[in-house]
């Protein structure tokens, strides 16, 4: 069964939802929600990852996760944080979280493969070129599917060298990280390369700009959770391990009407 990871933003200035769930009170209430409508995990980001987006001291980023995750172990919801920063992972793992969400691959904080070593919790390790900043600078490519899965099996490589278990590995193709438009259909359209690295995939494609591309201009962030859907429901039946999304809802209809079709096929 496909793993439905729910985003909860606790940032001022996340790109679809910022500022939303800034409070630990309405957090913790979406979290809850999100987890009544089918959310398995619920990934917990202190710092926005949009393009341009400034980075967060690691002790800002903790005040605005911690107490999040510490209140949802305590109700018994699973948690991962979304973090670049090995010391905020360290803390918020201690707190209860299961997995650390990387959306760096291991690029960006040289402690981080060690910490989640250390740690021995779910890691999942995204391809990654360069910060918000200057990412779309760097969204260069020849063959975008087969470079993105040359470029995480050297990381997978580094983070199995550095302790990382095997079975403790989800790789993610980064979708919107140093890509452009046609770069996320090409990874998309050959989601099966990804699958020869021998471990679950997860697609993190909610809300993101590629996807506004099919909206009439001026369309509402929200108005992207249909194309969401659909390619959760693709992305389910070829089967990947997980997928990360902002409406919960539409993501849990959109996966039971895989498992009914498949179901018809048996």
Known sequence: MTVIMGVLNVTPDSFSDGGKWDSIDAAVAHAVELTAQGADLIDVGGESTR????RVPVDEELGRVLPVVSELTARGIRTS?????AATARAVVAAGASWINDVSGGHADPDMFAAAA???????????????????ELARYTDAATEVRDELATQIDRALDAGIHGSALVIDPGLGFAKH????????????????????????ASRKRFLGALLPEGAPVDARDLPTAVISAIAARAGVWGVRVHDVFSTRLALDVV???ESGSR
């Open 51 to 54: 393009p341009g987006a400034p």
């Open 81 to 85: 944080i979304d973090t670049m920063n």
């Open 118 to 136: 250390e740690l021995e919790c779910g890691y999942m390790l995204s391809h990654w070129r360069g910060h918000s900043a200057n990412m779309n």
């Open 181 to 204: 438009h046609e770069h996320n259909w090409r990874i998309l359209g050959r989601i099966g390369l990804l699958e020869e690295l021998g471990h679950p995939v997860l697609i993190g």
């Open 259 to 261: 498992a009914q079709w």
